[in-house]
């Protein structure tokens, strides 16, 4: 399958990827593609720009949108890595209990870089803790000791697609589950696991 420009994806929907990534608490479904789009479009502006003119208005203007391009995509790429360092276990755990027809939360390269971060995590806390302790002490889960992302976290966001019947569940023992409706254009504040399958369908997006 021929892969799709950043003409067709649109730098919205790279935006959109980059602000929900910025302010889910987990981390979201890997946008491998289009961020290889990304890569590939700044390889031909720059081309483009060696053979521009010099002192042409335009060159400058096209280094500017450069510059927002690949603040863009390096702040997403911090930001995925981020959450992988922090919720290693969590991630690989999930990776590994998916269905085939689940997507990957993980590019190959996440995927291969959180492997070998667990793996230094346990190699470090055996060499420096784990070895001087007593033999029934010598074991750590790391699934129980790295605290998991915190989905009942509170996310702003802008509704896309209008929903109907989202239920959502109660703060305190004294409330009930309630029902509400999205409108398309409306805005809100809610926890983050009620709303977190219309993240993944493009339905809302987080701002």
Not at 126 to 145: E, G
Not at 148 to 173: A, C, G, H, M, W
Request: charged share 35%.
């Amino acid at each position: 399958m021929e892969k799709p420009s950043l003409n067709s994806l649109s730098s919205k929907h790279f935006q959109v990827a980059w602000m929900n990534e910025k302010f889910a608490p987990e981390l979201l479904e890997s946008k491998s593609e289009i961020v290889e789009c990304v890569i590939e479009q700044l390889h031909h502006m720059e081309e483009n720009l060696r053979r521009a003119k010099k002192g042409d208005l335009k060159v400058s203007i096209h280094r500017m949108e450069m510059e927002r391009i690949r603040y863009v995509l390096s702040s997403y790429l911090r930001c995925r890595l981020r959450k992988i360092e922090k919720f290693f276990p969590h991630i690989l755990e999930k990776e590994k209990t998916r269905s085939d027809r689940e997507p990957s939360c993980l590019s190959p390269e996440e995927f291969a870089f959180a492997r070998e971060y667990m793996a230094n995590t346990e190699m470090y806390l055996r060499n420096v803790a784990l070895k001087h302790m007593p033999p029934n002490l010598q074991k750590v889960d790391l699934l129980r000791s790295v605290p998991k992302p915190d989905l009942d976290s509170y996310v702003f966001l802008r509704v896309k697609e209008r929903q109907e019947n989202i239920l959502v569940e109660p703060e305190t023992d004294e409330q009930r589950d309630y029902v509400i409706d999205l409108e398309e254009g409306s805005q809100h504040l809610i926890r983050y696991k009620t709303i977190a399958p219309l993240v993944a369908s493009g339905a809302v997006r987080l701002i």
